[in-house]
């Protein structure tokens, strides 16, 4: 959570994510970010899916994501960069195996 090299690329998840610059990423944003997380994490499921069962998969991933802006935003409207910063390690942790 220290190392220059993982900051330096946090900060430069924040200048994407934070699309129109405010300052602050907004629920928009952030879903934006996890829906592509989602199609980089799934692409050979999503390829191989009817456009309707693709469609109904994108859907359960935006409810869970929404689920996730909740918990990460703590209820506000904006996520600052600490916030955003702390949502993404939480992701990562989420995702990399304990015994790693």
């Known amino acids: 959570r220290f190392d220059p090299d993982v900051l330096e690329a ?3 998840l924040w200048i994407l994510v934070d699309a129109d610059g405010s300052g602050a ?3 928009d ?3 934006a970010l996890h829906y592509h ?3 980089a994490m799934h692409p050979q499921e999503l390829l191989n899916l009817s456009t309707r069962k693709r469609k109904k998969a994108e859907a359960k991933a935006l409810k869970m994501a929404e689920g996730e802006w909740e918990f990460d935003s703590q209820g506000r409207a904006e996520m600052n960069r600490d916030r955003f910063k702390l949502s993404m390690f939480q992701l990562v942790d ?3 195996p304990q015994d790693e």
């Open 94 to 96: 989420a995702l990399i």
């Open 10 to 12: 946090l900060q430069a």
């Open 37 to 39: 997380l989602y199609q």
């Open 29 to 31: 944003e952030y879903l």
């Open 25 to 27: 990423v907004d629920k």
